[in-house]
């Protein structure tokens, strides 16, 4: 079967328990199973609650993630993001900026 050039998968962006940077983001599908349309399908790996990490098309944000060598707004852009996605309120957990809690705890793509 030929995989589809542009594919609609509904579902929700999910922060809690994850580092979310400037260009991706946790996201759980309504139907895991239309994944499997997919160009290297079988390269997505669901966490445990069923999110995989969406990386953003033609966005290369500055780097958050590169332990004592992060880049200089890379929070920036983080915050930025989420923002964006509709998550109002975020807390982090202080050392490896882990999501604790958000408001809304998941957002639908708009």
Same mark, same amino acid.
């Given at each position: 079967? &030929?995989?589809? /050039?542009?594919?609609?998968?509904?579902? @929700?962006?999910?922060? %809690?328990?994850? %580092?979310?940077?400037?260009?991706?983001?946790?996201?759980?599908?309504? #139907?895991?199973?239309?994944?499997?349309?997919?160009?290297?399908?079988?390269?997505?790996?669901?966490?445990? *609650?069923?999110?995989? #990490?969406?990386?953003? %098309? !033609?966005? *290369?944000? &500055? %780097?958050?993630? /590169?332990?004592? #060598? !992060? #880049?200089?707004?890379?929070?920036? !852009?983080?915050?930025?993001?989420?923002?964006?996605?509709?998550?109002?309120?975020? @807390?982090?957990?202080?050392?490896?900026?882990?999501?604790?809690?958000?408001?809304? &705890? !998941?957002?639908?793509?708009?």
């Amino acid at each position: 079967m &030929t995989s589809p /050039y542009f594919l609609a998968i509904s579902g @929700n962006f999910k922060l %809690e328990g994850y %580092e979310p940077d400037g260009d991706s983001v946790r996201f759980i599908p309504d #139907q895991a199973s239309r994944m499997n349309m997919l160009k290297n399908h079988f390269r997505i790996k669901p966490s445990k *609650d069923g999110s995989v #990490q969406l990386r953003f %098309e !033609a966005i *290369d944000a &500055t %780097e958050l993630h /590169y332990g004592n #060598q !992060a #880049q200089p707004l890379g929070t920036d !852009a983080r915050d930025r993001l989420v923002s964006l996605l509709g998550f109002a309120k975020v @807390n982090y957990v202080p050392v490896n900026a882990a999501v604790k809690a958000a408001n809304p &705890t !998941a957002v639908p793509p708009g």
